[in-house]
Nanobody
Framework: QVQLVESGGGLVQAGGSLRLSCATSGVIASTYHMGWYRQNPGKQRELVAAITRDGKTDYADSVKGRFTISRDNAKNTMYLQMNSLKPEDTAVYYC????????????WGQGTQVTVSS
């Protein structure tokens, strides 16, 4: 059974940093493209950052230069380093596998809440 568990969220002041983790079990994460997503109540879930099997990365314009996605294949874990956080980054953050065309694979986990105070 594939399981993705997000952690590392919390409350931080604007300008601060957080590092999110996505621990994967039941599948070899390195064989998949993966992504970090975020969602606020009443809004659609949006892709924040993506990483391919080969380690190529891509970011939403709103987080470019501030967020860094990475993966540790030995630990079957993906990370999102978030720096220079802004109040508009406040959301529940999720990770998931995805196809090269962006289709999400599998169900969503619980997510981890990130709250940035001004």
């Amino acid at each position: 059974q594939v399981q993705l568990v997000e952690s590392g969220g919390g409350l931080v002041q604007a300008g601060g940093s957080l590092r999110l983790s996505c621990a994967t079990s039941g599948v070899i994460a390195s064989t998949y493209h993966m992504g970090w997503y975020r969602q606020n109540p009443g809004k659609q879930r949006e892709l924040v950052a993506a990483i391919t099997r080969d380690g190529k990365t891509d970011y939403a314009d709103s987080v470019k230069g501030r967020f860094t996605i990475s993966r540790d294949n030995a630990k079957n874990t993906m990370y999102l380093q978030m720096n220079s956080l802004k109040p508009e980054d406040t959301a529940v953050y999720y990770c998931n596998r995805r196809t090269p065309f962006g289709t999400v694979l599998g169900s969503w986990g619980q997510g981890t809440q990130v709250t940035v105070s001004s």
